[in-house]
T-cell receptor, first 108, second 114 residues
Framework: DAKTTQPPSMDCAEGRAANLPCNHSTISGNEYVYWYRQIHSQGPQYIIH???NNETNEMASLIITEDRKSSTLILPHATLRDTAVYYCIVRGVNDMRFGAGTRLTVKP | DSGVTQTPKHLITATGQRVTLRCSPRSGDLSVYWYQQSLDQGLQFLIQYYNGEERAKGNILERFSAQQFPDLHSELNLSSLELGDSALYFCASSRGGGVYDEQFFGPGTRLTVL
């Protein structure tokens, strides 16, 4: 069973920031938070990951709360091509368990 | 394009049959992972190989097996197929085998069992 909880769906206006929340209250000290997305039935695409510090790359920012029980993925300027299912994953030493994800729809 | 290749793209077969799915990792990647994505179960981790050795096992059925060859390509063998095995099967690869490593996913093989 997945260790994360995400809202099943969200909408976002094109050009606005998309903030996708994730709860992972049972995360342990050596587990990372990963975000992937899947567009239609393509292979999932890596977005970002972090342990306890906030992270930013060219695609997104990841904000992890101080107690590490939740995180938020931020797409700063969402485009129509960002419409996808976004998966928040807590990853231990070996396994990577995907939950149901959040279906983000970016609307014009 | 992630650099991970999977063949075939589509596969249609009958119940009780056996099939082999093939995956070539990105150049330089030592780990290969297999995932199954069905409509009712979502994306499930099956198994990981690192440099030819099994590293981690997920929800892989006993009817399924995998191996990684010396050239690092991997095959997933599915036998005694059932209707419920119809799914998308993804392969992913990573440079190493640990938690720091980003996984790159292939385009998937769509298996239909009739």
């Amino acid at each position: 069973d997945a260790k994360t909880t995400q809202p099943p769906s969200m909408d976002c206006a094109e050009g606005r920031a998309a903030n996708l929340p994730c709860n992972h209250s049972t995360i342990s000290g050596n587990e990372y938070v990963y975000w992937y997305r899947q567009i239609h039935s393509q292979g999932p695409q890596y977005i970002i990951h972090g342990l306890k510090n906030n992270e930013t790359n060219e695609m997104a920012s990841l904000i992890i709360t101080e107690d590490r029980k939740s995180s938020t993925l931020i797409l700063p300027h969402a485009t129509l091509r960002d419409t996808a299912v976004y998966y928040c994953i807590v990853r231990g030493v070996n396994d990577m368990r995907f939950g149901a994800g959040t279906r983000l729809t970016v609307k014009p | 394009d992630s650099g991970v290749t999977q063949t075939p793209k589509h596969l249609i077969t009958a119940t009780g049959q056996r099939v082999t799915l093939r995956c070539s990792p990105r150049s330089g990647d030592l780990s290969v992972y297999w995932y199954q994505q069905s409509l009712d179960q979502g994306l499930q981790f099956l198994i990981q190989y690192y440099n030819g050795e099994e590293r981690a096992k997920g929800n892989i059925l006993e009817r399924f097996s995998a191996q990684q060859f010396p050239d690092l390509h991997s095959e997933l063998n599915l036998s005694s197929l059932e209707l419920g095995d119809s799914a998308l099967y993804f392969c992913a690869s990573s440079r190493g085998g640990g938690v720091y490593d980003e996984q790159f996913f292939g385009p998937g093989t769509r298996l239909t069992v009739l």
